[in-house]
Antibody, heavy 122, light 111 residues
């Protein structure tokens, strides 16, 4: 079936980097894009950015520009999200989510990964 | 820093109708489609409504969405205990070089 499987929980120190993976299966990877959405404990949802599964072009939320990099490996249908210079307020569950590839914007996310807990603590 | 405003909570007894509002602006709801997500405790969000009022396959017709101007709403009719969850509206926002924004979220409690 169509699914997104994410990598396991991570514990990082402030200033470090984390790279979370999201492996797609059950659909044509290059026909869709993947967004990353995070949720801090007890808080709401926050969109971080998007990457095209076809061309690999990206669009990042302004507040993460310069600190986040999203990449894809079409040979394994896997998307990666790397966040650098981690701070304690980056502690959150990070979700990948599938959406149609419109090229310059995103709409609805119909398939979500199970989430990856990233804890930033000294 | 959510730019879409929702009431923090809503409640109803089984069988009742509950409505959740989502208030935005001309740069998001006023010019783009609204989507709604349901998040059950401890789980990933699930798409409930897309393009303002469309239901994905498998979503009960008890859930309906609408949009007018810079506001949108989600209605749950025939409320059931399994509807107890957090609900988020979302839309593309054309400001700040473009971004996808979520609402503040509404916790629905079934009394």
């Amino acid at each position: 079936q169509v699914q997104l499987v994410q990598s396991g929980a991570e514990v990082k120190k402030p200033g470090a980097s984390v790279k979370v993976s999201c492996k797609a299966s059950g659909y044509m990877f290059t026909s869709y894009g993947i967004s990353w959405v995070r949720q801090a404990p007890g808080q709401g949802l926050e969109w971080m950015g998007w990457i095209s599964g076809y061309k690999g072009n990206t669009k990042y939320a302004q507040r993460f520009q310069g600190r986040v990099t999203m990449t894809t490996d079409t040979s394994t249908s896997t998307t990666y999200m790397e966040l650098r210079s981690l701070r304690s307020d980056d502690t959150a569950v990070y979700y990948c989510a599938r959406g149609d590839d419109y090229g310059d914007h995103v709409e609805a996310f119909d398939i979500w990964g199970h989430g990856t807990m990233v804890t930033v603590s000294s | 820093q959510s730019v879409l405003t929702q009431p923090p909570s809503a409640s109803g007894t089984p069988g009742q109708r509950v409505t959740i509002s989502c208030s935005g602006s001309s740069s998001n709801i006023g010019s783009n489609s609204v989507n709604w997500y349901q998040q059950l405790p401890g789980t990933a969000p699930k798409l409930l409504i897309y393009i303002n009022s469309q239901r994905p396959s498998g979503v009960p017709d008890r859930f309906s969405g609408s949009k007018s101007g810079t506001s949108a709403s989600l209605a749950i009719s025939g409320l059931q205990s399994e509807d107890e969850a957090d609900y988020y509206c979302a839309a593309w926002d054309d400001s700040l070089n473009g971004r996808y924004v979520f609402g503040t979220g509404t916790k629905v409690t079934v009394l």
